[in-house]
């Protein structure tokens, strides 16, 4: 008799089309988490771009930049980088 020695697949959910608790929420975490990063990101900006606005003309020749360069990176949106 031939025996067919059929290798084993370990379970899967994702194999199974199936969606579990702790797989959404791990994914809801993720989401969660890069969505804090990206706020962090946009506070961070805006706090960059109102401490270039104080800079004096010394200041940004000291930086290497100059009044018009501080006045468009001023006009960028806190989400544009």
């Known amino acids: 008799m031939h025996t067919i020695m059929r290798r084993r697949i370990p379970y899967s959910p994702l194999r199974l089309g199936r969606v579990t608790a702790p ?29 270039l606005a104080q800079l004096d003309a010394r200041m940004l020749k000291d930086v290497g930049l100059s009044r018009a360069e501080v006045g468009l990176e001023l006009r960028k949106p806190f989400w544009q980088a």
């Open 23 to 51: 797989s959404v929420a791990a994914r809801l975490g993720q989401i969660a988490a890069q969505a804090f990063e990206t706020l962090l990101i946009w506070q961070e900006r805006d706090q960059q771009r109102r401490a």
